[in-house]
């Protein structure tokens, strides 16, 4: 019976991660064949040869946007807000995401603007493993395909600087920046963290229910995870590197009247993680905000903290005008 049960997860696993070539991709053209890329959405295609189980999709702005500019790679993680295995409706989403943002982006900042098609599985036990929100799930997994999503965008974008220097000679910034909201806001803040050497700077909307803490432990206790730092090195091989994360400009903005909270969800958190959460700094999401804000001055972080009055979970023009603003400012 175990070897059936063993099997069928393996069957389960497979088709939930197999539609890497979405029908909806076929017409975006592809960055290693296009004569040029300028002004336009390109797609970088999965390559499961290297760490890299899936695209990318990439903007680029007009040649005489960048033609005097050393451009950076900025990276919108992408996120659906559920769970699917659905490959073909995830990519859509990403390219309907792209298609919205990445013209402004580009136009006012001098950005290359690349997002991921990570897929968020829904059978079998998959659904735990919250791919968009680089949850602690995706960092112990066993399952290649969703496991260190975050080395898997590493390597899309350098493979996306060569082909670009290669091919047009466009030469990018050694850093990238990060921005995202909600659950890809998890996912921006938690690769600032894990990989703060390689970030100029950080914008971060409504993470969930709470940022990562630079500290590894508090109040004597040790925040393992994504709630802190404290069990770096086991997960990565490294510590956390506290002098390079904070040197980093961040931009972290929430609404007032925000409730989505992804703390109380088990897909989010472990129970473990829950409770630690819930003891050291609340269970209202907004005192936690407060709270939040508090541990990362107390190490003297470099980050910005903004509530928005009378917004609940969504990004309004202000909010992406202001985040717009700091990315002018920290990208120079």
């Known amino acids: 019976m175990k070897i059936w049960y063993s099997l069928f997860a393996i069957l389960i696993l497979f088709s939930a991660c197999s539609h890497k070539k979405s029908n909806k991709l076929k017409h975006i053209p592809s960055l290693q064949t296009i004569d040029k890329p300028y002004g336009q959405l390109t797609k970088l295609e999965a390559d499961t040869t290297k760490v890299r189980d899936w695209p990318f999709l990439v903007y680029t702005p007009s040649e005489e946007r960048i033609k005097h500019e050393t451009p950076v790679i900025l990276f919108v993680p992408n996120n659906t807000g559920k769970a699917t295995d659905n490959f073909d409706w995830e990519a859509r989403q990403a390219i309907k995401d792209a298609r919205a943002m990445a013209p402004e982006l580009t136009e ?44 898997q965008a590493i390597e899309a974008f350098n493979e996306i600087k060569e082909i670009l220097k290669e091919r047009w000679g466009i030469e990018t910034d050694p850093k990238i920046a990060v921005m995202g909201f909600s659950a890809a806001g998890m996912f921006a803040n938690r690769f600032t963290a894990l990989h703060p050497e390689m970030v100029k700077a950080s914008v971060v909307g409504s993470p969930g229910g709470w940022p990562i803490a630079p500290q590894g432990e508090w109040e004597g206790r040790t925040l393992r995870y994504p709630v802190g730092t404290g069990d770096f090195k086991e997960l990565t091989g490294k510590p956390f590197n506290l002098q390079a994360f904070r040197q980093i400009p961040m931009f972290f903005f929430i609404g007032s009247d925000d409730t989505n909270d992804s703390v109380p969800y088990d897909d989010g958190y472990d129970k473990a993680d829950q409770e630690l959460i819930y003891n050291l700094f609340g269970k209202d999401m907004q005192q936690r905000w407060t709270e939040a804000e508090k541990l990362y001055k107390a190490d003297s972080i470099n980050a910005t903290y903004e509530t928005y009055d009378g917004v609940a979970h969504k990004v309004t023009d202000q909010m992406k005008e202001d985040a717009i603003l700091f990315l002018k400012k920290n990208l120079q």
């Open 108 to 151: 006012q900042l001098p950005v290359i603007f690349v997002t991921s098609i990570f897929p968020r599985p829904l059978q079998y036990e998959q659904w735990r493993i919250y791919t968009h929100a680089l949850d602690r799930d995706v960092m112990t997994t066993s399952h290649k395909a969703l496991a260190r999503l975050d080395l």
